[in-house]
């Protein structure tokens, strides 16, 4: 009876083991991660969250734009009876909807395709300098808001304008990660290089005396 219960203890204790180790892995990780939230999810919360944000304003720009468009395409031959106005409007406010519907989906894809490719290139640079701190969240907006200017082809003087923007923002955006990450105990790179040089000078000055 002993001999079977010391094998299923020992598989209960592996897989205990194996348990704790997971829950230490994923501790771990959100620690060590900006917002304390790993990168896969963090980066499916930013483009959602912009896709909404952008087909909201992309569904009133656009139902704006395709009832303007509706009148002026049709001011030549209004109608001039009451069953003529109720088709008239109810043509407009379905052209409203579908014309809403479609910029919509166009603005939030754009706006969720340059969010994405920000916090790519920010965690790239995380990955590359191996820390995680405000200068790979400005490179990464002063990447983003410099191909966005030549995406569209802006002149000089409006692509140093967004780039002054996406500078201001990255700065802004990860000033405040790095707060939020040395508050959960993730202390930014230039922390312990400011520390580090500190030490050393004040071991020089001691050596010294």
């Known amino acids: 009876m002993a001999s079977q219960t010391e094998p299923e203890d020992a598989e209960k204790l592996r897989a205990e083991e194996q348990r704790n180790l997971r829950m230490e892995w994923a501790r771990k990780a959100k620690a060590e991660a900006r917002l304390s939230i790993p ?27 395709a009832g303007l468009r509706f009148r002026a ?31 919509g989906f166009k603005m939030g894809a754009r706006i969720s395709f340059w969010t994405a490719g920000f916090f790519a290139i920010e965690e790239f640079f995380d990955r590359y300098r191996r820390t995680k701190d405000f200068i790979n969240t400005v490179l990464a907006s002063l990447v983003v808001s410099g191909s966005f200017s030549l995406w569209n082809r802006f002149p000089i003087a409006t692509a140093a304008r967004t780039a002054r923007t996406g500078l201001a923002i990255g ?31 004040t071991t020089a000055e001691v050596e010294a005396e």
């Open 39 to 65: 990168y896969p999810v963090r980066l499916l919360l930013a483009t959602s969250l912009s896709f909404m944000a952008g087909g909201a304003l992309g569904v009133s720009h656009g139902a704006q734009q």
């Open 73 to 103: 395409e049709n001011a030549h031959r209004l109608p001039n009876s009451q069953a003529g106005w109720y088709f008239y409007h109810k043509s407009k406010n379905y052209n409203m909807s579908l014309g809403g519907v479609k910029e």
């Open 171 to 201: 700065l802004a955006y990860g000033l405040a990660e790095d707060a939020l990450g040395a508050a959960n105990g993730r202390r930014p790179g230039y922390v312990d290089f400011l520390l580090r040089n500190r030490r050393r000078s």
